[in-house]
Each structure stands twice: as structure tokens, then as C-alpha cells.
């Protein structure tokens, strides 16, 4: 939305909620002034049992947010909130959704009470302009985003919005729409993608859950090849995945777990660098590999 039209809007409403709009607007200017330009993640969730974990994987988690400066506030893209058009988190208080059945109480139990942001939501909407972006109370911070980033910030005190996927759209619009949150890193907002490069459950061996690395050779090939690309920066041929051989398909059979990285590798620059971390695979179909892009 255009600050005129922002304006105009607001000439319609009744005096108290136009005042409301007008300390918005303020807070906005605020808060979301220049920052240093924050690093993206990728983080592979797997098993929400992680969350009640203190594992490779959570310790993982845990050592690159020591190198982390604290955001201002996260913008999450989760593999589990898929919807017909995007939409953007806008509560003061998100929900922690159990998005999941079949596991212990003790992971239902499992609370992650971040705060939201509407400034976020609505600053995000004004900087996308490709597509409109909802603004929704209807969802909160699943699985895909809580089980992870309860690692990140074990405090809970860092505002969170999520942003859905649109499944009616291919490859190449996530990887574009990644690109238009560039101007969020230089406001202090850290942007998450969480999913899974390999992420194939109908093929997974969960007898082999406790067997460090398991993975079937076709899971093996395709974490490496996947692997060389994003460190050589070759996101053309990661937009373009279903063009890289069976394996990956196979790795791939659905793509919402792996779009979450296309939004990640659209905000790379030029002079950044990929760390790649917790690299390994679990019950031969699924892995942990998670990416971090921040400055050389």
C-alpha cells in the first residue's frame, strides 16, 4: 500500500482507530530503522521431536545462534503453512500450533509464547509488490517454525510473523518473492526458511531413527549434489530441481519442504558466503541439512 493511499484510508476511519493507524505508522518508522544487514537461514526440522531433544541437531541450533546479533524480530516461512495465495502472521500474539498427532503429551505440552508483530506484517505487505499480501489472525507459529526456533531464542522474546507458501505457485515466484524481503535484513529482521532438502516419508526406514547418518544411496547422492550447488551458488539449477535426475526426485516428491530454501537463497548477495551445517541424514530418506548466508 502507498503512504497516500495509506492516508486516504485512514481519513475514512473513525478518529480513534485512525489515531491508532497513525501510531502504527510511527512505530513502523521506529522501529524498523537501518540496521547492519542481518544473515538468512535455512534450518531442516525433521522429527518435531527434536523440540524436547538435546541432540546433534538441537546443538546445532544452538551453536550458530551464538553468532547471531539479536534481531529486532524473525520472519519465518515454514513447509507446514501452505495456502492459496500468501498471506503474513498479523497478531499481537501468535498461537503455538500443534500442527501433528501420534506423539508424547509431553511434546503438546511444548509452549512457545513469542510475541507477534503487526508493524512486521504490515511492513512486509507495503514492501511486496509482486502479489498482495493477506494479513491473517487465522494461523500462529507451527511446527516448522517453534521446534527450531525455540533453539535460536530459548527466551521467547524476539516478535515473529509467519509467511505462508502458495501452492499454486511454481519454483521460480518463491525464489522471486525471497528477493523482495531484501530490504528486511536491513531492518534488523532475521528471515527464516524451514523445511528439508530431503524429505521423502514414504520411503523412510524408521527403524533405523537411532542409526547415526543412515541414508539410502539415492538420498546420499542427492544431499551431495544438492549440496554443491547451493555452496557454488547455482540457483538456477536449484530453482529448476525437478531437472536433476532421479534422486533428487526422489529426495523431492513433494515441494513444500524444499521451497523454503528458494525464498533463503533469493535473499543471497554477491558478497556473501553458505555455511552449511547439521548435515546428516535420518531413517535413510530425510535430512538435517540446514544454511546459513551471511557476509565473507
Known sequence: MKRKDF??????LPLGAAAMKLNTLHSLTDNLAPTERMPVLFLGHGNPMNALEDNTFT???????????????????????????????????PETIHDFGGFPKALF????????????????????????????????LDHGCWTVVKFLFPNADIPII?????????????????????????????????????HNLRMAAWDKMMTPGFGYDWAIAANEKLKQLITD??????IQYDKLGKEVQLSIPTPEHYLPL?????????????TIFNDELVAGSLNMMSVKIDKA
Open 262 to 274: 528458494l525464498y533463503i537463497l533469493g535473499l543471497q548477495e554477491k558478497d556473501e558466503k553458505v
Open 109 to 140: 505440552d511444548v509452549q512457545y509464547p513469542a510475541p507477534g508483530s503487526p508493524d512486521l506484517a504490515f511492513e512486509t505487505k507495503k514492501l511486496i509488490s509482486s502479489v498482495d499480501i493477506g494479513l491473517t489472525e487465522e494461523w500462529g
Open 7 to 12: 492516508l486516504k484510508a485512514m481519513a475514512l
Open 59 to 93: 546443538q546445532g541450533f544452538q551453536a550458530v545462534a551464538q553468532k547471531l546479533p539479536k534481531p529486532r524480530a524473525i520472519l519465518c516461512i515454514s513447509a507446514h503453512w501452505e495456502t492459496k495465495g500468501t498471506f503474513v502472521t498479523a497478531m499481537e500474539h
Open 162 to 198: 509467519e509467511m505462508s507458501i502458495d501452492y499454486t505457485k511454481g519454483p521460480e515466484f518463491h525464489y522471486a518473492l525471497g528477493k523482495e524481503l531484501a530490504a528486511l535484513r536491513r531492518k534488523g529482521i532475521l528471515i527464516i526458511g524451514s523445511g528439508n532438502t530431503v
Open 233 to 238: 551458488g547455482d540457483h538456477k539449477s536449484l
